[in-house]
């Protein structure tokens, strides 16, 4: 029985909430090495791509950098043995990043990335390493060791890295205490939990809320602010409550990659989250698979996005009008001119980060529209997109938006100005192509 000064389950709720809210009152903006690097970047690497951050994308709200999986395996992938400490904590490989040395982990890489004004991440898997079980190493804090605390059935599906974590056990927390404590200690500010928002296992579970509840406790008893981020997707919208809760962003499909058929589908994905939109809870469409991608870390050679630029607009578009974070996944410093004026248009930019009430406006068989408001005001954004193979002329009607008399429209793509409309506006749209428009009652 709680005793009589302790928060309510609602209470506990509500204050979370606060702190999310707190922790990224608009969707997070940043750089992840994934799509570059798969499991395998180094250090000079993320130095370069901080640097180009800092200097051409941060005055446009990019801020975060964020390390992905496996930078504890000296070879980008699962073979040999993690780099651990003594409590099974796994720590960066000092052969790709040589500042890590002498027990240093990333903190000398945050300090870098923080004195570019820049907030720094990293990805994270669920669970304890199989090495740390393996060696039975002892929990930072307790008389455990990790074969108390390991669920050798409760394992990642794609990843043999790690074995879950019983959270139900006090050691099984105090582990994930250790692990906050760590990136704390690195000046963490941003982690990417793995194998959390989708869960294959044998106890039937499709979401682990234990251990996303356990590691956002650790998080928060750590003294560090810490945005929480889960994926894979994708997340169950039935776990939409938790999510919100707990974390800051959560990936709702799977990955997603440089193709027409996996951004069309973030349609439904879109259509479906966009009731949980909101300040510290904010659904994830997957990083942005632009400029060159797969440079190492992957089977394949290296390539530049295989989106059209037609497709590259209907993605920025559809992720700004859904206010998803956006995580640039391409290598930064071989941008081209294009891609990066896809990622500096303020005009759209602010969209993503200062719109309201964004929902679907209309599905009209390969023609969609989504709206939103620009908060303060009667003005109105509006997002046109063509799914279709061939160009189509799409219609929207003030009495669709609830305005009515003559507005003005602008076109945020090509910043201009398209004159005044009575009753409605119409815009012929590319093959696979979007617009994205201001309204504004006259």
Known sequence: MAGKHSPSPGARGASQAAAGATLAPTPPMGWNSYDSYGGDVNEQEVRANAAYLAKHLARYGWKYVVVDYYWYYPGGKVEGAPVMDRYGRLLPAPNRFPSA??????????????????????????????????????????????RDVANLLNTCSWSKAMYGVDVSKSAGQAYYNSLAKLYAQWDVDFIKADDMSRATDPYGEVYHAPEIEALRRAMNQSGRPMVLSLSPGPTPLSEAANAERYSQMWRISGDMWDNWPEVKDQFGYCRLWAPHIGPGHWPDADMLPLGRLRLRGFSDQPRLTRLTRDEQYTMMTLWSIFRSPLMMGGDLPSLDPFTLSLLTNREVLAVDQHSSHNHLLF???????????????????????????????????WNQLGLGGKSAVRDLWQKKNLGDFSRSFEAEIHPHGAGLYKISPM
């Open 101 to 146: 040395t002498g027990g240093q982990g990333f903190k000398p890489l945050a300090d870098y990335v923080h004195s570019l004004g820049l907030k720094f991440g990293i990805h994270i898997m669920r669970g304890i390493p199989r090495a740390a079980v393996e060696k039975n190493l002892p929990i930072l804090g307790t008389s455990e060791h990790a």
């Open 363 to 397: 599905t009209r068989g390969t023609e969609i529209a989504w709206v939103a408001d620009v908060p303060g005001t009667k003005q109105k954004y509006v997002a046109l997109f063509n799914l279709g193979k061939t160009p189509a002329t799409i219609a929207v009607s």
